[in-house]
């Protein structure tokens, strides 16, 4: 069984107690992952290069990427290797095994996809080393900048580990009320950080699913529908969905899912039946402020799941996102192949014979 610790934030200001809180939770084969976001802005500050940010996001340019290297190898990466050894743990530093692809966009050298080489890793662990691993990846032109709990999941996921552990200074874990949660093993976090318990319509994550941990695919509430209705609006703006208004939504809230990221709605889907036999996956979205990657599919796949147990034979989905729908297995169809979507809400529709959606299905026997 293996384990990832992933460590940030202010812990590492002081090496030598983050290697305390690491020595008590690293039994067996153990990974470190780390960032240092508030030593990079220190030097940056230092170097006089203006921290910029975009949805959250460090925009990297190469003076920025210059000063992510000085502090996250040159600082951190040094005193935390050197804090565990002292400690007698056997730690060693590892630059290469985290690969990515420059994410498109504004951000400059900013890694997306983000992925770990399993058998570099595995080799050091089998001899009974700690591979410590900083939140910078290699592209393919240049070195990325990446994001820590994405570098934290995709080394979990390479060493299909057991456990996936967040060091964190943060207080604790909000739920939905923004209270503090009294224990940290509830089960929603026992889902983020045991990973192989196996998913489930309640939204666990299972192996393959690291990515998706934390994010919680259940029932919509009524206190979702504003989030869902707003999200819903956002795409509604640019002509790629069908607004949805509260009213419509409230009445059929039941056919709703929403994805639950620690209290804050990151999707939704919908899923309705035509016939006995046939059902809609509608209002598919993911928040365009929270982007987590593998939400949508998550989503469609708890649809899925949900028309299965309702003895469903076919699912279908009038999109603009044919390639998304394809890569979860749907094929396309003629219109005129769901004619009960058709005569139901088709000819009420304003672009009724005129429409750009692509028809697609999937059947589930
Ligand atoms: C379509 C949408 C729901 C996908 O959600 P998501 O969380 O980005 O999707 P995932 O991260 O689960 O992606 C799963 C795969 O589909 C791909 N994908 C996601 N959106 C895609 C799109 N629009 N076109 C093609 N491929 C897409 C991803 O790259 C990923 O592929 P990979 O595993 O090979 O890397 C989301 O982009 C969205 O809300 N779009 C705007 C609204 C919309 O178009 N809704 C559908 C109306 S029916």
Redesign the pocket.
């Known amino acids: 069984m293996t384990k990832v610790v992933k460590i940030g934030g202010a812990l590492l200001e002081n090496p030598a107690k983050a290697v305390n809180e690491i020595r008590s939770l690293a039994r067996g084969r153990t990974a470190i992952v780390h960032g240092g976001g508030m030593q990079i802005t220190r030097m940056l500050e230092r170097m006089n290069v203006p921290s910029t940010f975009i949805e959250g996001l460090r925009v990297t340019d190469e003076s920025t990427l210059a000063a992510v290297c000085a502090a996250l190898l040159g600082e951190v990466h040094t005193a935390l290797i050197q804090a565990l050894y002292q400690q007698g743990l056997p730690a060693v530093g590892i630059v290469g095994v985290v690969r990515a692809e420059k994410k498109s966009g504004p951000w400059g050298f900013v890694g997306a ?1 983000v992925r770990a080489d399993a058998t570099s890793l595995n080799a050091i662990l089998d001899r009974g080393k700690m591979p410590v691993i900083p939140t910078l990846a290699m592209g393919k032109n240049s070195l990325l900048n990446v994001n820590g709990d994405e570098t934290a999941a995709a080394v979990a996921v390479a060493l299909e580990c057991s456990e996936l552990l967040f060091l964190t200074d943060v207080e604790g874990v909000k739920d939905a009320g923004s209270k503090f949660r009294q224990r940290r093993h509830d089960s929603k976090i026992e889902s983020r950080e045991s990973c192989h318990g196996g998913r489930s319509w309640s939204g666990a994550c299972g192996p393959d699913d690291l990515r998706r941990c934390g994010v919680n695919i259940r029932p919509a509430t009524h206190t979702d529908i504003d989030t869902i209705v707003s999200m819903i609006a956002h ?1 509604a703006a640019q002509g ?2 069908l607004p949805r208004s509260h009213s419509g939504l409230a009445e059929s809230l039941s056919n709703y899912v929403v994805a639950d990221l620690d209290g804050q709605i990151v ?1 939704c ?1 919908g899923l309705e039946q035509y016939s006995s036999s046939t059902a809609e ?2 209002g ?3 928040s365009p402020n929270k ?9 469609v796949e708890a649809l899925i799941e949900k028309a299965r147990s309702g003895n469903i034979a076919h699912v279908f ?9 394809q ?2 297995g749907f094929r396309t169809v003629q219109h005129t192949h769901l004619p009960m979507k058709v005569w139901k809400d088709c000819i009420a529709c304003p672009k009724y014979g005129n429409c750009d959606e692509i028809a697609m299905v999937l059947d589930l026997n």
């Open positions: 996809n795409y790629i969905m999707g889907g996956i509608f598919l979205a993911t982007p987590v990657r593998g939400t949508g599919s998550a989503i989905a009038l999109t603009l996102a044919p390639a998304f729908f890569k979860m």
